[in-house]
């Protein structure tokens, strides 16, 4: 018997042993010399989670939802959103758009399973890991979305937090701006009960230059302004102080809070905004005939697509091309409104078709009050002199700094997109820059907290295979008929249950992302991969990889990937 | 006898209950087996053993015969002793996995109760299924009494961990595996003595990793096989010299093959399995009345005795060979084997063969028929070419 | 050699019988096989199993042909089945029946010994009430009307089987040898003389 190159060689029949078996090891041959391609694994970032205005990592949260840990999913969730029952109701979830699921049986219900983790954080009391404190105070200004967000990052952070609310009421638009049929007040609650929980003070009936200045606010170490666009914009035309024409976001507030209010019945709501949808749904449960005129066609509204099929589904007119010129009264009463008929000419700054007035077009409607809901622009009332801002927007510049020193600012009114999500985004990165810069450090924002280093390269559909998933349908969302839902505030969804939320969240192909499912090490014809030890990755042994790609083939959801050999190497 | 039935070293068995027994005496350590009409009593008296005495084993529930000769085949690479028993279509569903056993050289010990194979469903006697695995690699054994049985079982263990080949017991169904006998039990610490824990020549082991039955080139297969046909023939010296051991120390011996009144016999009888039994009161009713009959049994069929067959035989002018089997499209399996056994003798006149095929699908064989096998034998002074079918 | 045939009907007990049977026989020194009929039968068929006792070790593998003594587990059989053939003409028919053994219509020379086994079984509480078993009990007459088998044996088979269980049985066993009918003519010493010169 003899050894060459590693090998063993048998030169008679009594060195040979009795059966099959083996005398030395294969390793000697390094097989994997012989390689053009080599798999490597890289974690595409997917769909979801390029688009979600908060930044979740909406894979791993299903990926837990799946097995059941909904606790550590809400961890996930409270990374980059600390109110997901809120989120999981109002946002209009971009995130579900591009989800690869919808060539497969149809898209994930993201937002429906967001909805259901955020109640079982409410009822289950999930609590954040609390920060032990750093002996800091910051004020936060506005209990807004962004106020609130900013407020939970500030306290996970150690700091000590006081919220100035210019009402009576803790929320911003949340309670006073969004009707009870899409959040219900009780959510609002618990999501600022929560807050309270951690810490979170909070000071009502505060209004900026009027009860509160800056001077007062000396204890703090930074300031976050975070007030929202509280001012309404005008129509521009006669008459439009009379007491039958109403400002949307005044409206909202009066019908959210409970306030007692005459108006109607016909009501004509000018706007193709949420704030326009939101006015005339609301006034419909109030018995009265809204209808909605918009200057633009349905494809230039702004508000949200759901709402505005909820809309149609509830049989409120929304008529186009129509833009108001005149308010008619009589004996002191508004009895119509007079409007011309637009067409749609070249594109404004915002990329959208200018409406132009059809001359000649006169028309009116015949109405008891009239809402405007044109949009929302910032409220400079009681802003300090030292702080610059125009009609739109607080001026800021990298880290949330505005150009008062010690003051930040984040949300709508430091031009955030209007959207709860994108405000809640702006809260947490205004804390981070806060605390960034309380610290002297750089401030560099992560667009995604929870995933380290993000791939631009977004996950595709034909990256999978299609052989380890099954084609089946998302779960049927509960919601209640136009005719059961028109005649009050009820909740109009509800969410899912425990088991439809981990069968939805099962059916999520985990886009480019490695869950460990041990497809590749399995197919491995060289047993060339293995886990590494903290056992969340794989490694190669590139000695006996063959770079065959069985591996990438078989990898359910396109995390694994082949780049050319360096010849020369 | 009866002092032994006393004090239970003997107790009445069945030959499948001895062939449970055996196992048991044997400290096996692995049993995987798959319940098959006749051969179910086995397991049904392995669990009975199981729940009374202080049995160190594992019993595996599999759902075929495949599956247990391969439970059987890990257990046995990993270093242990293992035991199964079958019978007709579960011993041919084996069929793979028998040469894969004796292929690795693994020393396990099958009981196959001889049953008809279907169709037309059977559950009684013959020996086609055993016969049909002549060629896979293991050593045969066929008994004529639940106390060969039992003696055979522990044997066959001693036999196959010497020389690293299986074994395969094989009793006649019904006829020995449900006909209880008074059978001794052998002392426990002279098996003990004479079968130690098995000492493999190579297991699966995580300290010394290895890989085996994987692939063997031309350059080697040849020789490797020709080591387990030496093996084979090693295992026929191997059981003569356990044999004499029992003899030894137990007062009973088989002996490889059983001559019965053979000396100056014109006309031998040849016989295997149960029938040899019966055969020996036909010799002696015509030994009475002075004809010079005797039998030869033969016990070990694979290695198949050569030697013996031609010592024994070689000088005799008519032997008559009984079959419980057909190798269709030639003549009965001992038949052949017999023919192929003498025709490499040096005696230059070699004995007439009468071949005789009888007592197929559980058909009785009475002393009537083995007499008229004798009687056809002797008023024919040529064999007819062609196998005779015995009613 | 004696060959013994055992008539019962699947559930009966037959086999566990022939085997204590086979037991007792081998404590008095004979050398003993005990088999079933080779077959499949459902409960309730009529279903066989065989003795061989003899003083040589026994080297007959055949079924049984022409018994010496037969046992009838359950009288009703004979009404669909010849119990009796092939027996031996000086053979001995041990029977489960109420009768006395003038009162049973088989045509022979043959001894005919009766008990009530069932009944005795049933007040032993030996199966059920509904369905006693008489396999041990007519084992006691089996003793009675053989002499060459003494009671002894019997119940020291029944002892080792049973265990702890046996109380029962040995009770119907030794019910039924008391209570066994035999004929007037039965000669007791004649028979043994008879089994032992075979």
């Known amino acids: 018997m003899k050894k060459e190159n590693g090998r063993v060689i048998f030169e008679t029949e009594d060195e040979l042993p009795i059966t099959a078996v083996s005398s030395a090891s294969t390793e000697f041959n390094k097989t994997g010399s012989w390689k053009y391609l080599e798999p490597y694994y890289e974690n595409l970032t997917p769909p979801c989670i390029n688009k979600c205005l908060t930044g979740q990592d909406i894979v791993t949260q299903l990926r837990l939802t799946e097995e059941g840990r909904f606790a550590e999913a809400v961890q996930v969730l409270y990374q980059a959103n600390p109110f997901p029952s809120i989120t999981g109701r109002v946002c209009p979830h971009p995130c579900e758009q591009p989800c690869n699921r919808k060539a497969y049986g149809g898209g994930i219900t993201i937002r429906a399973i967001e909805h259901f983790l955020g109640d079982y954080a409410a009822t289950h009391h999930v609590m954040p890991p609390a920060a032990s404190p750093n002996g800091k105070a910051i004020a936060v200004i506005g209990s807004g979305p962004a106020g609130l967000s900013a407020a939970f990052f500030l306290s996970l952070l150690g700091y000590s937090i006081t919220v100035f609310e210019a009402l009576q009421w803790i929320g911003g638009l949340l309670r006073t701006g969004i009707p009870s049929y899409r959040l219900p007040k009780y959510v609002v609650d618990d999501e600022v009960q929560k807050l309270r929980d951690l810490g979170v003070q909070f000071e009502m009936n505060k209004r900026m230059g009027k009860n509160l200045h800056l001077s007062e606010l000396g204890n703090f170490s930074a300031t976050l302004l975070a007030i929202g666009r509280g001012a309404s914009m005008k129509l521009g035309l006669p008459a439009e102080e009379h007491d039958d024409v109403w400002n949307g976001i005044d409206l909202l507030q009066k019908i959210n809070v409970g306030e007692p209010l005459t108006i109607g019945p016909k009501v004509v709501v000018i706007g193709g905004g949420n704030t326009a949808i939101d006015c005339a749904r609301s006034l419909l449960r109030l018995g009265c005939e809204p209808k909605i005129i918009y200057r633009r066609t349905k494809a230039e509204m702004p508000a949200f697509k759901d709402e505005v099929k909820q809309t149609l589904e509830e049989e409120i007119p929304i008529d186009y091309l129509i833009a108001p010129m005149k308010l008619i009264e009589e004996n002191g009463k508004l009895i119509a409104i007079e409007c011309l008929k637009t067409r749609l000419g070249e594109k404004d700054e915002s990329g959208r078709q200018r409406p132009v007035p059809i001359e000649g077009s006169n028309f009116s409607i015949p109405c008891d009050a009239v809402v405007k809901a044109l949009g929302e622009k910032l409220d400079g009332c009681g802003l300090p002199e030292t702080l610059k801002f125009d009609r739109e927007k607080i001026i800021i510049e990298n880290g949330y700094r505005t150009s008062h020193p010690g003051i930040f600012s984040c949300g709508d009114c430091a031009n955030g997109e209007g959207t709860v999500g994108d405000a809640i985004r702006h809260g947490r990165e205004a804390s981070l820059a806060i605390h960034a810069s309380l610290l002297e450090m750089p401030y560099a924002p992560s667009l995604i907290p929870t995933r380290q280093g993000v791939n631009p390269e977004i996950a595709k559909f034909k990256q999978f295979n299609l052989a380890y998933f099954q084609k089946s349908a998302p779960p049927t969302l509960q919601a209640l008929q136009p005719n059961e839902r028109i005649y009050g505030f009820q909740e109009i969804e509800s969410g899912l249950a425990r088991n439809e939320a981990m069968r939805e969240a099962a059916r999520c192909f985990k886009c480019g992302t490695c869950t460990m499912c041990d497809n590749c090490r399995v197919f491995c014809p060289d047993m060339a991969i293995r886990p590494k030890r903290d056992r969340h990755s794989y490694e190669i042994n590139y000695d006996y990889c063959k770079g065959c790609g069985v591996c990438v083939e078989e990898c359910p959801r396109g995390a694994i990937h082949l780049r050319k050999v360096d010849v020369g190497n | 006898m009866e002092q032994a039935l006393r004090e239970e070293k003997a107790l009445l068995l069945s030959g499948n209950q001895a062939a449970a027994y055996g196992a048991y005496l044997s400290r096996v350590q692995v049993i995987a087996a798959y319940p098959i009409t006749p051969q179910t009593t086995i397991i049904e008296t392995l669990a009975d053993i199981m729940t009374k005495a202080d049995w160190k084993h594992k019993f595996i529930n599999v759902e075929s015969e495949h599956s247990a000769m391969a439970c059987c085949i890990g257990a046995s690479m990993g270093g242990v002793r293992a035991y199964t028993a079958t019978s007709a279509q579960g011993l041919a569903l084996m069929h793979e996995l028998l040469h894969w056993a004796s292929g690795a050289r693994l020393p396990i010990v099958l009981v196959n109760v001889n049953r008809a194979m279907a169709p037309g469903w059977s559950i009684w006697s013959d020996q086609n299924d055993s016969l049909s695995q002549r060629d896979t690699g293991w050593i045969q054994l066929y008994c004529e009494s639940p106390q060969e049985v039992l003696d055979t079982v522990i044997q066959g263990f001693m036999v196959a961990e010497k020389v690293n080949v299986p074994v395969m017991v094989v009793e006649d169904a019904f006829i020995l595996s449900h006909t209880s006998e008074v059978v001794e039990l052998p002392d426990q610490a002279v098996i003990d003595r004479m079968l130690p824990p098995r000492a493999p020549a190579f297991r699966l082991d995580m300290e010394q990793p290895a890989a085996f039955g994987g692939l063997l080139g031309p350059e080697y297969y040849q020789e490797v096989r020709a080591k387990l046909h030496k093996a084979m023939e090693e295992a026929g010296r191997v059981l003569v010299n356990v044999d004499a051991l029992w003899q030894k120390n137990f007062g009973r011996s088989y002996g490889i093959v059983e001559p019965y009144r053979c000396e100056d016999a014109d006309l031998v009888l040849v016989t295997s399995g149960a029938i040899s039994s019966t055969s020996k009161i036909v010799i002696d009713q015509l030994r009475r009345q002075g004809r010079k009959i005797g039998r030869l049994k033969i016990k070990l069929f694979r290695p198949f005795p050569f030697q013996e067959i031609q010592r024994l035989l070689g000088d005799v002018p008519k032997v008559a060979i009984i079959d419980r089997n057909c190798s269709y499209g030639h003549h009965g399996i001992f038949f052949q084997e017999i023919k192929s056994a003498l025709y490499g003798s040096k005696k230059g006149d070699r004995p007439k063969l009468y071949g005789y095929i009888l007592g197929l699908g559980g058909r009785d064989v009475t002393i009537n028929t083995l007499r008229q096998v004798i009687d056809l034998t002797s008023e024919r002074d040529e064999p007819d070419p062609e196998t005779i079918w015995v009613k | ?198």
């Open chain 3, 1 to 198: 050699m004696i060959e013994i045939r055992i008539h019962g009907r699947g559930g009966q007990g037959a086999v566990v019988a022939s085997s204590l049977l086979a037991k007792a026989y081998a404590y008095e020194g004979f050398h003993v096989q005990a088999f079933p009929e080779f077959g499949v039968e459902r409960r309730g068929a009529p279903v066989l199993s065989f003795i061989r006792v003899d003083e040589k070790p026994i080297r007959l593998r055949t079924k049984v042909y022409q018994p010496n003594h037969i046992i009838v587990l359950d009288s009703a059989l004979l009404k669909f089945i010849d119990v009796t053939a092939g027996l031996d003409p000086n053979g001995i028919i041990i029977l489960n029946s109420p009768l006395k053994p003038g009162e049973v219509k088989l045509n022979g020379s043959w001894i005919v010994a009766t008990v009530n086994a069932s009944e005795i079984a049933a007040e032993c509480g030996i199966g059920t009430a509904t369905s006693p078993i008489a396999n041990t009990a007519i084992l006691g007459a089996y003793a009675r009307a053989v002499p060459l088998l003494p009671l002894m044996s019997v119940t020291k088979a029944i002892e080792e089987t049973f265990g702890g269980k046996s109380r029962n049985n040995l009770m119907a066993v030794e019910k039924a040898f008391e209570n066994t009918a035999l004929p007037s003519n039965f000669v007791a010493e004649a028979l043994e003389a008879y089994y032992q010169i075979r």
